[in-house]
């Protein structure tokens, strides 16, 4: 059987690596010239982790990244509103550490742009992300991934830190995690309009630098070079994950704002879930159905409570009744 999956990012990768290591013939299409150095960190919770052991990589991402049990929501002034305990495992890892993990074992072609939908292949993986063209050729323009009304950055400073915190404020969020390689990362989002200008490091200064220490001290260390921006989306419910031969995964499918730290976690799932369908049964169209299934109605309701924990983050009215409730469900 051949799979031709277009894009080399993380759903693509993972779905690769399963039906590489069950005897497929698979094609990984990537439009960028090489894998990603740079990139911030990202949660692996445990279902991810457990996906990630199916295709042999698990353990080699616990041996990377840094463990991740408990957090904290704090003010702008330092003061907590809740601690969190984080139940089971779970992993920080950065971009750049779990793609090469997952591109180990599988061969990617870059520098390949795919315009429609390739024909020569019993199955094809649509994994080209929140702007995925196949996804407009399956649905049209009307399911594009929508505007949240915020933008990120994100980036990494050096110096580790051993806490996991993220600060709230009416219209903005600031958040400061350890990382692999002995680094901090950081990441900071902002009610704004789509396309809105800005100036990075001087911005963030300007609307951050009156919080508490920590955050000060990250944006005292930012380079330039490290800074990442963009602003953010999420997606519309499909009709389906699945038409004909071709299934999205990861963002193409279900692009979710990024308060729950999903949405890593839920392309590898994907990954998994698809190759398992596609693996256990002889008729690909059923298998497709199997896994939309299995996939869609969870994925939607974590692109919903993503998109709320971001207006319950950075609400600007009833933040004393919000953080009563957190106290108390903490």
């Known amino acids: 059987m051949r799979a031709t999956i277009v894009g080399g990012g993380i759903g693509g990768l993972t779905a690769a690596g399963h039906l590489i290591r069950h005897g497929w013939q698979v094609r990984v299409l990537e439009r960028a010239d090489t894998l990603p150095a740079r990139g911030t960190a990202l949660g692996m919770w445990p279902p991810a982790l457990r996906a990630l052991d199916a295709i042999g990589v698990g353990d080699r991402i616990r041996s ?8 904290a929501i704090l003010r702008p002034d330092g003061s907590t509103i809740a601690r969190l305990r984080i139940p089971g ?19 990617v072609e870059f ?34 991934a929508r505007p949240l009304g915020m933008a ?40 704004v309009e789509p396309g809105a200008d800005d100036d990075g490091i001087t911005f963030l200064r300007t609307r951050f630098g009156g919080w508490h220490p920590a955050v000060r001290e990250v ?4 380079d330039s070079e490290s800074l990442l921006h963009h602003d953010l989306y999420h ?15 990861g ?25 398992r369908a596609l ?31 971001a207006r319950v983050a950075t609400t600007g009215r009833g933040r004393r009744v919000r953080d009563a409730a957190l106290y108390v469900l903490r």
Request: charged share 20%; glycine share 10%; aromatic share 6%.
């Open 251 to 275: 963002d193409a499918a279900h692009a979710m704002a990024p308060n729950l730290g999903r949405g890593a976690c839920e392309a590898i799932v994907d990954g998994v879930a698809l190759g």
């Open 279 to 309: 693996t256990g049964s002889s008729d690909v169209e059923e298998a497709l159905r199997r896994y939309d299934r299995a996939r869609r109605r969870r994925t939607r309701l974590l692109v919903r409570g993503s998109a709320a924990m």
């Open 219 to 222: 944006l005292d260390r930012i």
């Open 89 to 107: 495992d779970a992993i920080l890892v950065s971009r750049p550490a779990l793609l090469n993990a997952l591109a180990s074992d599988v061969p």
């Open 64 to 71: 990377v990244g840094v463990p991740q049990s408990s957090g």
């Open 152 to 191: 990120a950055w994100r980036g990494w400073v050096p110096g580790d830190t051993s806490t996991t915190t993220e600060t709230w404020d009416a219209g903005a969020l600031f958040g400061i995690t350890p990382r692999d390689g002995g680094l901090t990362n950081f990441f900071a989002a902002v009610r």
């Open 235 to 249: 997606s519309p419910a499909l009709p389906s994950y699945v038409r004909g031969n071709v299934a999205l995964i």
């Open 111 to 144: 520098d390949c742009t795919v315009d429609s939908i390739p024909t020569d292949c019993d199955v094809v993986i649509a994994a080209d992300g929140i702007g995925s063209l196949i996804r407009d050729q399956m649905f049209g323009p009307r399911y594009r």
